[in-house]
């Protein structure tokens, strides 16, 4: 296919014609889809529906070290529960404690308590001039909310493919005293779907952070989200890099079951090094005498081990499989050559990423909107909600149906084309 | 009886001897029993278990409104349960937000977002430089944990049976602009079982803060866990009662089913104006995508409504009277006319307070211990652990069985005539 930027503008003008009538034919479909935010589509939950009935009024509702899950205790977790956990993310369970039902609500809590009382007997944040937390980007609008609120000064770190900026990171982590964090998304990354190299793992672990209470938060959101059987990606294990590089309590490792049994009604866990797991648990018992346990029981005998979880993750990359590309198939074939955007084909997770031509992706957005296409808003994958050079754009085909996924994909690229046209022409 | 206090020396001496051969024979029978928590029985958490058959693989998963509950949605719980709490809790539906699993976690989320951001658009109170918190006394250790380690100044109430000191309350709260709140259970209080008067409510209501970010913590724990059909204790709506007194963002209210349903997989709310809901909600956001709508619905499903759960809560009350009883009718046959305790008998709730004579109080639970009876730690009542006067001790009847329960009380009431004997023959 003929770049775009080669054209001439009467070339341009005429296919301008051509994209609007399209348009106009596609506006008159009447159509709704929605591929903002990464839901599961209803096949997946589904999936989890058996899930419901292993516990039951005839259950034996006690852990394998005789604790009754319906009563008060086991503020860490049940034990099956977080060897389960810690399985999944490739810890040892002494290493995990298992929470409520939002990984989220672990970080947002894990700031907080940061703020309040300080990191592990460091002054409270709150007390400290300056606050300033790294942010790849692109990356995940809920994580940069929490730091936002909490005042932290936020600063973009460029996301390549093998994962942040490390040349940046550690200038910053090593040198700033007000730099107090980095967010990761470090397998099948929120949203460009790349997963760190052994060498960027190996780069956070041998950080030398200017502030004691400097901590990486590793939202490993995908850990075991694979879309193939045969491309999976592998990360290295931040938690034992970090040990061998004699920084064993810089990490926070974060992970839950919303995309594997139901989202909001999942199980979600923190893994760390001993001293922070201690710590947080003292704090923790002052905010809540314990987690919902009869849910953690449930889940451990739906899935019963890891490998009962991988099971179930094949079943639901094969749901998602023909969405993901429905989507990147499309993009390949309506915009290859065209030179007005790139994307990444992912090996997994949720999202696919896309960048447009600089200054293009709030008006895509827009249209696609115009024509009942909903995607995240335009400069949400930026902290602040501000894309400074406004080009990229989340896609999220979890939930649609893949025929629904494949007409908004249409959409999008028919979008795509037209913003870039309007924008070359006007240059 | 003979009150101790009018005893002779010498029949205090031979009283104590008897004592303590029935303190030795007692230490014999190698007793392992525990009135520390407010754990409920074996028999009550049976009561619950038909509800985990309501929700199965067959089930419809939706709202009344449409939500699928296995999906991301609802921040705010859903409509139903929204109406379940509100009913519970004597509040319309739009004023209340079902969370998690507990109440006491909404509680501390609370007080840390009124720490980290301030309450409604005021200033943080991490910024401001002294902090203080009313506690009325005796109360729960919990409530008092979460104000310690945000660092508040707690200052002791004292509580009759009427509800806590008003005098007191409005001396501190309408002059002193570091008072932030105050903790009140204010139906079957935690731990002396009494009710607010209609006269407490109404002076709570009428309070004039010199701090705008003054606010009422109303932990409703036991709004309707009564004891008796014919005895049940009401209190006024404290919410209302804000509203026409000029203060409707006064107060915040709380309750959960961890007695109802099962202690750490029940569901909680809160319920306030709807300025501060609002507000709630809007800080809750960055905090969590959603609760566990799942466990929403299926508490809904088992009890309906609010007569579901009043007829469901008529039989947690035949199973706890006994145990209450037990412990009230000891206590009156072993130590009426003593002169060497005192408590309330309650028509509901959790706790039986006991007050022993000044300075005996550890000295009791330790010696309970050495017997196998483990009772809450004494102090523990009090705000930093500290009775002023070592009188008071809980007494938590629930968890044991009635005969259990028997066994602990004369075990306890021993411990008290011993401690006092050597109290009054020391003095």
């Not at 935010?37 to 292993?54: F, H, N, T, Y």
């Not at 990191?119 to 409270?124: I, S």
């Amino acid at each position: 296919m003929k770049s775009y930027k080669s054209m001439s503008k009467e070339e341009l003008q005429a296919l301008k014609k051509e994209l609007e009538a399209a348009y106009v034919d596609a506006k008159g479909k009447g159509l709704s889809l929605n591929m903002a935010r990464g839901k599961p589509g209803l096949s997946q939950l589904e999936l989890a529906m058996p899930m419901l009935d292993v516990i039951s009024s005839e259950s034996d509702m006690h852990t394998i070290l005789g604790t009754d899950t319906r009563n008060y205790g086991d503020l860490d977790g049940i034990g099956e529960c977080r060897r389960l956990m810690a399985d999944m993310m490739e810890v040892e369970k002494d290493n995990v404690i298992v929470c409520g039902n939002s990984s989220l609500n672990i970080m947002y809590d894990t700031i907080a308590r940061s703020y309040a009382f300080g990191v592990a007997g460091q002054e409270p944040m709150c007390k400290q001039e300056k606050l300033k937390f790294l942010c790849p980007v692109p990356g995940y609008d809920r994580h940069f909310r929490i730091t936002e609120e909490f005042g932290f000064e936020m600063i973009n770190i460029p996301l390549s493919e093998d994962g942040p900026d490390m040349d940046m990171v550690e200038q910053y982590v090593n040198n700033d005293p007000a730099v107090k964090g980095i967010w990761c998304v470090p397998k099948y990354s929120n949203p460009t779907g790349i997963s760190y190299s052994d060498e960027t793992v190996k780069r956070f672990a041998a950080l030398k952070p200017a502030a004691k209470d400097f901590r990486i938060f590793w939202d490993n959101a995908y850990c075991i989200h694979h879309l193939y059987d045969d491309k999976q990606d592998k990360i290295l294990n931040i938690l034992e890099e970090c040990e061998k590089a004699g920084n064993p309590d810089m990490v926070y490792i974060f992970a839950s079951t919303s995309k594997i049994s139901f989202p909001g009604s999942g199980v979600a866990a923190v893994a760390s090094s001993l001293a922070n797991i201690d710590w947080m648990l003292k704090k923790m018992g002052t905010q809540t005498i314990g987690h919902d346990k009869i849910n953690q029981l449930r889940h451990v005998r739906f899935f019963k081990d890891i490998n009962g979880l991988n099971e179930h993750m094949k079943k639901h990359g094969d749901i998602l499989r023909p969405k993901f590309e429905a989507v990147v198939d499309t993009l390949e074939k309506e915009l290859g050559g065209l030179e007005i955007g790139s994307w990444v084909k992912p090996n997994g997770g949720y999202f696919i990423s896309f960048d447009s031509l600089p200054g293009c992706a709030k008006e895509i957005v827009a249209k696609c909107k115009e024509l009942g296409v909903v995607l995240t808003g335009a400069g949400a994958t930026y902290p602040y909600g501000k894309d400074p050079e406004d080009k990229n754009i989340r896609i999220a085909p979890s939930f649609p149906t893949p025929e629904d996924m494949q007409t908004a994909a249409e959409i999008f690229v028919l979008c795509v084309k037209l913003v870039a046209v309007n924008h070359l022409l006007e240059a």
